[in-house]
């Protein structure tokens, strides 16, 4: 187990001179509810290294024993400069002298602390210890289908639009479009969700195990009736897809043939985000089976490429004839299959 690095161990003063300690605990109890949330319960070879212990006496805020595998960096600096940001409910006061004018101009103070907050948990993470742990609470996602009668759709959209506003649109935006108040300091942004079509198990995970490598966490403290309605709220986000007349067979066959030369080594032969090189990568590949973007969306993407992630732009390589191919291509990989319930 490695000892700290020199910022990590500035950062660990940084948080006992700052009072985190007084509302976030690093010890997670041998209780369902706090696995559920934060991860295996904390073993004592956790914090060998820490003098003095840290682990809290009042959880106000969440528990921090796997930080290091919860919030990305850019998440961490916009929450410290105003947590209203990322969480709109959040006692937490801002510390606007760990930064030089905004969440993107951290002093060194700042980027300790955020350095000590990623340290935490990734002992754990490293030595493979979980395997065991994990087996007695599962965190696979279960798969949450909105409701198939009309009636009770509108009403889980309802109550969907109200968890969204109170948890999410800091980030994505009152209406989805990625555009909230904290966009502006994460990296990669958060996602229109208008922009696409998600299936019920992509959204599932999402909200179930947060996105790796982005700023979206995981979901999990709320209960599966929450995160149903939620579901529900983000498809009906989506908008009406104005797409070009169809390119036919053709079309199709030649963007197979330029998925397989570009695309396959990250998102898999099938589109299924499952490349040789996809455990490599975070955020993950787009798994197109469980997610259709729109024409426009897939375009956008094909021509700027993804800021943040490891998707580069492909405009100087492909002409604007084989970026449509692709793009259709892509799109005809979506899977109905479990959207709503159905096959």
């Known amino acids: ?20 300690a007084y509302c ?21 070879w956790e914090t060998k290294y820490d003098y003095p212990q840290l682990w809290g006496t009042r959880r106000i805020g969440p528990d921090l024993s796997r930080e290091s595998t919860t919030h990305s960096r850019d998440w961490q600096l916009t929450h410290l400069y105003n947590p209203r940001l990322v969480v709109r409910d959040s006692v937490m006061p801002p510390y606007p002298w760990l930064f030089g004018g905004g969440p993107s101009q951290p002093t060194e103070d700042g980027l300790d602390v955020v350095a000590y907050l990623q340290y935490l948990g990734r002992a754990r993470e490293l030595s493979g210890f979980d395997s065991n742990a994990r087996a007695r609470y599962s965190l696979s996602a279960p798969v949450l289908h909105p409701a198939s009668d009309p009636d009770d759709l509108r009403e889980e959209v309802g109550r969907g639009a109200t968890l ?28 229109n969700l208008t922009a696409a079509r998600f ?82 990568l975070a955020p993950p590949p787009t798994n197109f089976g469980l997610k259709e973007p729109t024409q426009r969306r897939a375009l956008d ?36 299959r479990g959207e709503n319930g159905s096959e």
């Open 1 to 20: 187990m490695a000892t700290l690095t020199s910022s990590e161990e500035r950062g660990r003063v940084v948080y006992g001179r700052e009072g985190c």
């Open 24 to 44: 976030h605990t690093q010890q997670i109890r041998f209780l369902a509810a706090d696995v559920r949330r934060f991860g295996a319960p904390t073993e004592t």
């Open 164 to 191: 969204f506003a109170a948890n999410c649109a800091s980030c994505h935006g009152p209406a989805g479009f990625g555009d909230g108040e904290a966009a502006a300091s994460l990296l990669p942004k958060p996602a």
């Open 199 to 280: 299936s019920d198990d992509r959204l599932s995970a999402a909200l179930w195990n947060g996105i790796p490598g982005s700023s979206m966490p995981p979901w999990r403290q709320l209960p599966a009736e929450d995160l149903r309605t939620l579901i529900a709220f983000v498809q009906s986000l989506r908008v009406s897809d104005a797409q070009s007349p169809s390119r036919g067979i053709a079309s199709l066959d030649q963007g197979k043939t330029l998925f397989a030369a570009n695309c396959a080594s990250c998102h898999g032969d099938r589109g299924s985000g499952d490349g040789p090189t996809a455990g490599a």
């Open 301 to 336: 993407v094909l021509e700027q490429g993804v800021p943040g992630t490891a998707m580069p732009p492909w405009k100087s390589q492909l002409d604007e004839e084989q970026r449509h191919a692709l793009a259709e291509f892509v799109r005809s990989l979506y899977s109905r």
